[in-house]
Each structure stands twice: as structure tokens, then as C-alpha cells.
């Protein structure tokens, strides 16, 4: 008899999935995005040493994606939950700045060893996939909110965009 209701409260609990869903959703990007900042600036520059780096790049896609779908299965956004998730976003927007600055000051060593090609890859699938999730999250704002939200995430964009033209270039 107690089997049967399983089913029935995990549908529940997903279905009130809302502000505390993405507010943890948020901070688990952003220990991702601060562990793969962590491998780049202790990277002992080889290309064997890289693996760390590709397991965290690969970690924080995952994180994105994981929070993309919590956020799309969430009931929309109450103003105070609202406001819990902005604070997780601004929190975010520093690390995501912090760590793109360390990415960016680690190119040369990247092109010295000739990966700098595959951290401009994953620069954009971060930035695509991060779009998504800030689209899924936006969605479920307040719509007079929804304007305040969109040049919040702003500067995670700006962040990539950055990275994204320096990797791009040939040199330096």
C-alpha cells in the first residue's frame, strides 16, 4: 500500500519545485563555476594536467542543464521568491565574472599547449546552455519583474561574450 503513494508524493514534490529549487539550481552552477576556475588557476600547465579542467568544464554543462530543467518543471516565481533567486543570480554573476577573468588570463598558457580551440568550444556551449537556463528561469518571473531580471543576467552574458572574443582571436 505505501508503494503505491511514492509515486504520487515524488510527483508532488516536483510539481511545487519553485523558488528554493532554483535558488539551489543557482548555487550549484556556482560551485561549478568555481571549481572549474579553482582547476584552471592550479593547472600545472601540461596538456595531461587539462583533465581536471575538461572534468569541470564538463561538471559545470551538467549544472546548467540540471537547472535548466528544474527551472522550466517550476511553478512560477512568488515576488519573494523572486527576490531570493535574484540574490543567487547576483552571487552567481560575481563568480561567473571571477572565473572568465581567470580563463581569459590563462589563454596564452592554453595556446602555448594548443587547447585554447576546445576552451572556445566550451566557452560557447557555457554560454548557449546559460541562455537557456536564464530564458527557462525569466519565464517563471513576475512579468513586470521580468525586465529587472533579464539586465540582471546581462552581465553573465557580457562575461562570456568577453572570453568568448579573446578566445576567438589568434593571438594573445
Known amino acids: 500500500m505505501r508503494l503505491s503513494l511514492l509515486p504520487l508524493v515524488a510527483l508532488a514534490g516536483s510539481?511545487?519545485?519553485t523558488g528554493d529549487t532554483i535558488s539551489?539550481?543557482?548555487?550549484?552552477?556556482?560551485n561549478a563555476t568555481i571549481a572549474l576556475g579553482h582547476s584552471i588557476t592550479h593547472w600545472p600547465q601540461t596538456l595531461v594536467g587539462t583533465i581536471p579542467i575538461t572534468t569541470k568544464s564538463t561538471l559545470l554543462l551538467a549544472a546548467i542543464h540540471q537547472g535548466t530543467l528544474a527551472a522550466r518543471h517550476s511553478e512560477?516565481?512568488?515576488?519573494?521568491?523572486t527576490l531570493q533567486v535574484a540574490k543567487a543570480t547576483s552571487e552567481l554573476s560575481q563568480d561567473v565574472s571571477e572565473t572568465i577573468d581567470i580563463v581569459i588570463a590563462a589563454k596564452p598558457k592554453f595556446d602555448k599547449i594548443q587547447v585554447s580551440p576546445v576552451i572556445l568550444l566550451n566557452l560557447q556551449l557555457q554560454r548557449a546552455l546559460s541562455a537557456d537556463f536564464s530564458e527557462a528561469v525569466i519565464a517563471k518571473v513576475p512579468v513586470d519583474l521580468q525586465d529587472k531580471a533579464k539586465a540582471l543576467?546581462?552581465?553573465i552574458d557580457d562575461s562570456f561574450a568577453k572570453a568568448i572574443k579573446k578566445y576567438s582571436s589568434l593571438r594573445g
Not at 539551489?24 to 556556482?30: G, R
Open 153 to 155: 543576467v546581462q552581465g
Open 76 to 81: 512560477p516565481l512568488s515576488v519573494d521568491e
Open 15 to 17: 510539481a511545487f519545485a
Open 24 to 30: 539551489t539550481a543557482i548555487d550549484n552552477i556556482s
